[in-house]
């Protein structure tokens, strides 16, 4: 089996704990189960479906297992704010599609990823700066509403790039490698 296909066969699992993780919700709120819990989980499934087409077309010899590991945390997230509120999941839900583009939008314009090498201390340094934000006299209680809702999901995905910077990745075996020359190489 191609790594290709393992993917794809490991977003199953993701859907699936999705579907039965808003079915218990469902029965636990009304004690009774309805099809809602499905068509969820087939809508998340084709997100995630759009997703893996974009991976399998442009970085065919990735690591198979990432991608469906994001969306199992994702289903998990999803049904975990919807129990607390169904509004904030549907927001979470919307940046959710909002990341999927953008994922699927790097991986189509930035072909070669060590091009960030070259911002990885300038995003690393945006991203303290955005999540120290709120401590900031001042602005601290105007910036907490923004930075609860926007700049953790803004970190969320910028950090990884900065994670980018520090791997080097060849074929499917990732190396840390240090980029810098302040120690000989051994």
Known sequence: MSSRNRELLALLPASLLLAGGFAAVF???????????????AIYLGLCLAGH???????????????PV???????????????DVDLARAQA?????????????LVFLRDYRKLERYRYTI?????????????PGIG?????????????????ITPSFALGTTRCIGLKCISTPTTKWWPRT
């Open 124 to 136: 690393a340094a945006v991203s303290l700066g955005l999540l120290l934000l709120p401590r900031v």
């Open 27 to 41: 029965i636990q709120n009304s004690e009774k189960l309805s099809t809602l819990s499905l068509s969820y989980a």
């Open 94 to 106: 919307q940046w959710f599609v909002v990341a999927l583009i953008f994922f699927a939008a790097t």
């Open 70 to 84: 994001v969306a199992v945390l994702c289903s998990i997230g999803l049904v975990v704010i919807y129990r607390i």
């Open 53 to 67: 087409v974009v991976v399998r077309i442009t970085v065919p010899n990735a690591d198979p297992y990432m991608f």
């Open 141 to 157: 209680q105007q910036a907490k509403d923004l930075c609860q809702r926007r700049v953790v999901r803004f970190n969320q995905i």
